[in-house]
């Protein structure tokens, strides 16, 4: 097993998100009111974020706007102008796609560490529930076996497989994943492919990237992980808040 890591060290040392992300983003409309966001992914150059629909204003096409950038190690707040580049609106939520003006502004104002975090150019991931774990059938060729989530994206997943399993599913070219999210009302079925492996626990920790174009009805099954990365992450700021306000 170790020379199989040891073979491997390229793909272990590949960087990833942590699901617990250090900051958040809010529009700042009229009023100066303030509207929570849920970012699923963010650079130097954009990010894109959802807001609840209710609240959401429709936007003009390179419409500018007000975000504001809250740390929470810092509880420092940075305030800055984009555009918006697209903007998707459905029952759960308002997706748009943001293209920062002054990006000199942001990095001035960031920490270093948050510099770096918005360097890796990754998708967030968020944890499922500790209490709710969600279990996803893996099959590839002739074989299949199970493994539990660790963290998911809109771009893939971590699960944590047995070692043997992940040993197996090294050689596989495609597997096809099988599960539900809470409250999602259905089945999930996403085909992927490997990303990276490492030790965790015992196990293996394996992550997969989304195959979009092998998998049917992917943009349905997005807006279903987009649904549950809201829920998560508007979670997660519901903890911050209480602490805070605690």
Not at 13 to 39: E, H, M
Not at 156 to 183: H, N, W
Not at 204 to 218: A, G, P, V
């Amino acid at each position: 097993m170790a020379k199989w890591f040891k073979n491997n060290k390229r793909k272990q040392q590949q960087s990833k998100s942590g699901p617990d992300i250090p900051f958040s983003f809010s529009l700042v409309l009229p009023g100066q009111k303030k509207l929570a966001g849920v970012a699923t992914d963010a650079s130097m150059e954009g990010a894109t974020i959802s807001f609840p629909p209710e609240a959401c204003p429709d936007f003009e096409p390179e419409e500018r706007v007000r975000l504001s950038l809250f740390i929470y190690a810092t509880e420092k707040t940075v305030m800055f102008e984009a555009l918006v580049m697209r903007s998707d609106r459905s029952e759960v939520a308002v997706r748009c796609q943001f293209g920062f003006i002054d990006t000199t502004h942001l990095l001035r104002d960031l920490d270093p560490i948050l510099v770096s975090y918005f360097n890796r150019r990754e998708a967030f991931r968020v944890q499922p529930d500790l209490v709710e774990p969600i279990e996803v059938d893996l099959t590839w060729g002739n074989n299949s076996a199970r493994g539990v989530v660790i963290d998911i994206s809109l771009t893939g997943i971590a699960l944590s497989l047995k070692p043997l399993i992940a040993r197996q599913l090294e050689y596989a070219d495609r597997m096809t994943m099988t599960f539900v999210l809470p409250e999602s009302g259905g089945s999930m079925r996403i085909v992927g492919k490997t990303a990276h492996f490492e030790p965790i626990a015992g196990n293996i920790r394996y992550s997969i990237e989304f195959d979009r174009e092998k998998t049917d009805n992917i943009e349905q099954q997005e807006r279903i992980i987009s649904k549950y990365l809201m829920q998560r992450q508007m979670a997660q700021l519901k903890r911050r808040a209480d602490k805070y306000d605690g």
